[in-house]
T-cell receptor, first 113, second 111 residues
Framework: DTGVSQDPRHKITKRGQNVTFRCDPI?????LYWYRQTLGQGPEFLTY????????KSRLLSDRFSAERPKGSFSTLEIQRTEQGDSAMYLC???????????FGQGTRLTVV | DQQVKQNSPSLSVQEGRISILNCDYT??????FLWYKKYPAEGPTFLIS?????DKNEDGRFTVFLNKSAKHLSLHIVPSQPGDSAVYFC??????????FGAGTTVTVRA
């Protein structure tokens, strides 16, 4: 399978705990994106990497959120001190630099209890 | 601030008939538009796109129309098939990489 892979698919955590999600993009894609989707809404942009450089962070991404892409391949999204409002589907996508079509993973569904 | 709006949350259509999904946007800087399809428990998958320099793009059963003056685009699916039952998202591209999505339209194709 050469698509975008996300792990885990589901995560239930207690409020206040830290969580980390992983995304493996399509191997030749140098752009990687994180989006968040809540019930009844479309995905919302969180952040974007070109290779290992994080080029934009949405104001939706509070200080409790951090994303990395250390070697320009896989990426991690960490949420510290989770809150119930963080419950959502976290989607990762990747694309080639000159291609506006982004390919999405299946997402990680986070539930904060 | 929702810059891309899909005002119809759901659409029911009979198999074989045409499905028409609508999308409106407010930001005139958007220069590329895409439609994604999403099944439950899966990520969105790309369906069809259109550049702002065109007014129509066709791919098999799917056609996207763009009316820049009205800031409106639509997706036509004809004929509709049961496998088309899914959530459809309209998305617009800003700054060459950032997608702004609408809230989605759930399409149900009745046999």
């Amino acid at each position: 399978d050469t698509g975008v892979s996300q792990d885990p698919r589901h995560k239930i955590t207690k409020r206040g705990q830290n969580v980390t999600f992983r995304c493996d993009p399509i191997s030749e894609h140098n752009r990687l994106y994180w989006y968040r989707q809540t019930l009844g809404q479309g995905p919302e942009f969180l952040t974007y990497f070109q290779n290992e450089a994080q080029l934009e962070k949405s104001r939706l991404l509070s200080d409790r959120f951090s994303a990395e892409r250390p070697k320009g391949s896989f990426s991690t999204l960490e949420i510290q001190r989770t809150e119930q409002g963080d419950s959502a589907m976290y989607l990762c996508a990747s694309s080639l630099q000159w291609d506006l079509e982004a390919f999405f993973g299946q997402g990680t569904r986070l539930t904060v209890v | 601030d929702q810059q891309v709006k899909q005002n119809s949350p759901s659409l029911s259509v009979q198999e074989g008939r045409i499905s028409i999904l609508n999308c409106d946007y407010t930001n005139s800087m958007f220069d590329y538009f895409l439609w994604y399809k999403k099944y439950p428990a899966e990520g969105p998958t790309f369906l069809i796109s259109i550049s702002s320099i065109k007014d129509k793009n066709e791919d098999g059963r799917f056609t996207v129309f763009l009316n820049k003056s009205a800031k409106h685009l639509s997706l036509h699916i004809v004929p509709s098939q049961p496998g088309d039952s899914a959530v459809y998202f309209c998305a617009a591209v800003l700054n060459d990489y950032k997608l702004s999505f609408g809230a989605g339209t759930t399409v149900t194709v009745r046999a």
